[in-house]
């Protein structure tokens, strides 16, 4: 690398100029009728979704030294699909693309390459990642017509370049781009491989796997020991929490699939199973390449209730990483030994065994309606007896299991089963994650009421038809409760009039 003072004694030495590498040009093309470009209009009910993997893909390649030239995404139309293929072979010295990798009828970017050039692998027996292309873009003119009138002649081929491509999924496009491409990247660019992380740990839970292929699964880190102290405190017999021994640190699976793009920001690393390790035990010790050598374990790793009150508390905590998959699995991650934390409501769930509830508050729930309650809306009961599109929480989410019990006591004042009373309710299964989405499904005018917080509906300027209260509880592993990032979240929710008395709803 030509540093300063690489470059002081070239000029000592005067010489004006050296041969060096360049950086080598990748053209990045993501390909699907259904992708928008982030900052566009998204229609989510004509199947678009947002372009993930232009910029992904364009960051890595920087990231691994070289340019990255970001083309405009090409449809599933083999001719448009051809044109801008042949485009960036002519600019670039490697052609990246995305999606349309599978054999379907509807992919046809295995095609293109066959007729444009060379396809020379298609399919590698790696997980994420398994539908990979690998070929030789020509650049040829456009097509002419042939003497007999055929329009298959081509003229010559004149350059081109390599081609890659990638899944469509993210996961497996970064991956597979992580594994394959990136060290090619930087042999171009002669650059050295970087310094490489690596961690080793335990497994916090089973994982089965046997499906025959490498396995790169993402994981993530946490440090299930005392890290350090906060100032002026100590444990309780009187040490320095500082001093105390760390334990191992614990390796948990983030695998949700090749499709679910939060996979990319909760995993840590990834630990490569080989294809003949059908399972990883608990306890087993595994090695874990780390996305770079800066990555740290949180200082609190929690899981459970989506809450707007829990999402100001945990700005107060230094390095938390919090995880809102509902109370159901939050308290199951808990039991499993792989958080530090869970955030649970309702009253039905017994506590859990080997944990100690360290603080709390309450939140008015109820139903989010459109302003001004145009259907009258009271209650519970007008979701069963009067014609209601309906939107609900999923099934890990406490909220919903509140709603549940609502709908239970209404089912024993009436003399009828439960489920009748929900197959009464059109939409109780259309379930969404978020807690706020079901009152953007209100207002975005696709459902007549939402399960939702009080706190929601005013901050979205929606109506709100009160159903009662919930508490939401915070358990803590009795092995943990002396982590720093713990002991700051306690006191976070010890000091939190603050952020109750800012939400509507919320109290003590």
Not at 324 to 334: D, E, K
Not at 419 to 432: C, K, M, N, S
Not at 480 to 486: A, L, P, Q
Request: charged share 30%; with cysteine.
């Amino acid at each position: 690398m030509l540093t300063p003072r690489e470059i002081g004694l070239l000029s000592a030495l005067g010489v004006e100029a050296v041969p060096v590498r360049g950086r080598p040009t990748v053209g990045i093309i993501s390909t699907g009728d259904e992708l928008v470009r982030p900052g566009e209009s998204l229609d989510s009910d004509a199947g678009e979704i947002y372009d993930v993997n232009t910029y992904t893909t364009a960051t890595a390649v920087e990231e691994a030294g070289g340019e990255a030239r970001l083309y405009p995404h090409a449809g599933d139309d083999y001719d448009a699909m051809e044109s801008v293929l042949r485009e960036a072979a002519a600019e670039c010295e490697l052609v990246l693309s995305s999606g349309s990798t599978s054999a379907s009828a509807v992919d046809v970017i295995y095609r293109v390459v066959e007729d444009s050039g060379e396809l020379l692998l298609h399919g590698v027996a790696v997980k994420p990642g398994k539908p990979m292309l690998v070929g030789r873009l020509d650049v040829s003119g456009p097509r002419s017509d042939g003497s007999d009138g055929s329009n298959d002649e081509r003229r010559e081929s004149s350059g081109g370049s390599a081609y890659v491509g990638l899944p469509g999924y993210p996961v497996s496009a970064l991956t597979i781009f992580r594994t394959f491409v990136a060290p090619a990247v930087r042999e171009a660019a002669g650059l050295p491989e970087p310094r490489t992380a690596t961690v080793t740990g335990a497994m916090a839970v089973r994982e089965r796997y046997s499906e025959g292929r490498l396995r790169y699964m993402p994981v993530g880190l946490v440090d299930p020991g005392p890290d350090e102290s906060l100032p002026g405190e100590d444990t309780a017999d009187g040490t320095d929490v500082g001093a105390a021994a760390t334990v191992d640190t614990l390796v948990y699976p983030v695998d949700k699939g090749s499709g679910a793009t939060t996979s990319l920001v909760e995993a840590d690393g990834v630990v490569a199973v080989p294809a003949d390790v059908e399972q990883l035990d608990a306890g087993e010790r595994v090695e874990v390449r780390l996305f770079s050598p800066d990555v740290r374990p949180p200082r609190l790793f929690g899981a459970g209730e989506d809450d707007p009150a829990l999402s100001r508390l945990l700005d107060r905590v230094d390095r938390p990483r919090y995880l809102g998959v509902g109370s159901r699995q939050g308290l199951r991650r808990l039991r499993d030994g792989v958080t530090d934390v869970a955030v649970v409501t309702g009253e039905a769930d017994a506590d859990p065994d080997d944990a100690v509830e360290f603080g709390g508050w309450r939140r008015e729930w109820g139903l989010v309606v459109p302003a001004g309650n145009p259907h009258g809306i009271e209650g519970v009961a007008d979701l069963v007896d009067d014609e209601l599109r309906f939107v609900n929480r999923t099934t890990d989410s406490g909220l919903r299991t509140t709603l549940g019990n609502a709908v239970a006591a209404l089912a024993d004042d009436r003399g009828v089963e439960r489920r009748d009373l929900v197959e009464a309710i059109d939409g109780f299964e259309v379930a969404v994650r978020a807690h706020e989405s079901p009152a953007r499904k209100v207002v975005a005018g696709e459902a007549d009421a939402g399960l939702g917080l009080r706190s929601t509906a005013e901050a979205l300027g929606t109506g709100f038809v009160s159903c009662g209260a919930e508490r939401v509880r915070v358990f803590a592993a009795e092995g943990r409760r002396e982590k720093s990032g713990v002991r700051r979240l306690e006191r976070a929710i010890g000091e939190a009039d603050d952020v109750l008395d800012s939400l509507p709803g919320y109290g003590r």
